[in-house]
């Protein structure tokens, strides 16, 4: 299992249309509001890395409103 966490930088006054948005794609199991460098957070689940990749660059970074994203992988301790 692949987990990450996405931050993201929305276009300004379009943070909770894109919030909205990332939270209905598959594999996104949380998706915050939050204040500070980023505008969302959202934690994503796939099955494994490929899918993983393929998640943030394929169903979340072309969402409409998003101006940049930061992916950082969960690695286990």
């Not at 796939?46 to 998003?66: F, N």
Request: proline share 3%.
């Amino acid at each position: 299992m692949a987990r990450a966490i996405v931050m993201i930088t929305a276009e300004p006054g379009m943070d909770r249309g894109v919030a909205s948005k990332v939270k209905k794609v598959k594999g996104v199991s949380n998706v915050y509001l939050v204040s500070g460098l980023y505008d969302i957070v959202a934690e994503v689940q796939t099955p494994d890395d490929a899918s993983m990749v393929a998640l943030a660059y394929d169903k979340i970074r072309v969402i409409d409103g998003i101006r940049e994203t930061h992916t950082m992988f969960c690695l286990e301790v």
